[in-house]
């Protein structure tokens, strides 16, 4: 298997705190001028490293994106149940067979398949999302031709925002989750529980199909009053 990394969560969580990612923020910056600021770290320096050792040809640009989506993949483990986190292999930079495409991370369990793809919320949403969400279906048909059917694969898109201003300062945006904390958050907080969430739905039993079709109907409103209730 040719990737990046394939980790278990726990040496995940351990590798983006070896690697000192935990307090990482996503500036609003070109990917060149972020890269300029960091390409001499030892957090850098050691992707780089990895890339090179794993056969991957990647952009320093690539790699700031990767320092940006293991932080942020960090904390989406935190809102995802531990008796999943303890099944969960996670696989990052997965070079699909037979061919030279990558996907941004798999996150695999028993006979599940979750794809990620990250990307930047700069060039207007549709137009961004709609590209990562033809890129990860792409992604999804080119493994379902290649592993046998009883594989069940899914897909998940999670748009980037900038996390921190050119002077370091926080970028706030209104989280759903926190309105009685008068909606404000880091910039990227509502999508990494939303992530979290999906997770634990996707990798969750789901056998009969009428039952899980009213299960979706009120599982983000029974999720809202959830952590809603945890605010109290």
């Known amino acids: 298997m040719k990737a990046l990394y394939k980790l278990n969560v726990n040496e995940f969580t351990k590798l983006v ?13 070109s990917a060149s001028s972020r890269k300029k600021q960091v390409e001499n770290r030892p957090y850098f320096v050691d992707l780089k490293q990895r890339a090179e050792a ?8 690539e790699i700031i994106s ?3 989506t293991l932080n942020l993949l960090y904390y ?44 930047y919320d700069k060039r207007g949403k549709e137009y961004k999302f709609e590209k990562k969400l033809t890129q990860a279906i792409y992604y999804k048909e ?26 370091g300062a926080n970028i706030s945006k209104y989280n759903k989750y926190n309105k009685y904390r008068n909606g404000d958050d880091f910039a990227n907080n509502e999508k990494i529980s939303d992530l979290g969430a999906y997770i634990n739905f996707f990798f969750s039993n789901r056998d009969d199909a009428l039952l899980q079709l009213s299960f979706i109907d009120g599982y983000e409103t029974g999720l809202n009053e959830a952590l809603e209730g945890d605010e109290d």
């Open 66 to 68: 990767w320092l940006d």
């Open 76 to 119: 989406v483990f935190d809102r995802v149940d531990n008796d999943l986190l303890n099944k969960l292999q996670v696989i990052q930079e997965y070079v699909i067979p037979f061919t030279h495409k990558r996907a941004d991370y798999l996150l695999v369990s028993s006979n599940k398949i979750l794809i990620l793809e990250f990307s």
């Open 17 to 29: 705190e070896d690697l000192h990612l935990t307090n990482w923020l996503i500036r609003d910056d």
């Open 54 to 61: 794993e056969g991957i040809t990647a952009s320093d640009d």
């Open 142 to 167: 080119l493994l379902s031709n290649l592993l046998p059917s009883y594989i069940q694969i899914g897909t998940y898109t999670f748009l980037i925002n900038p996390e921190a201003d050119l002077n």
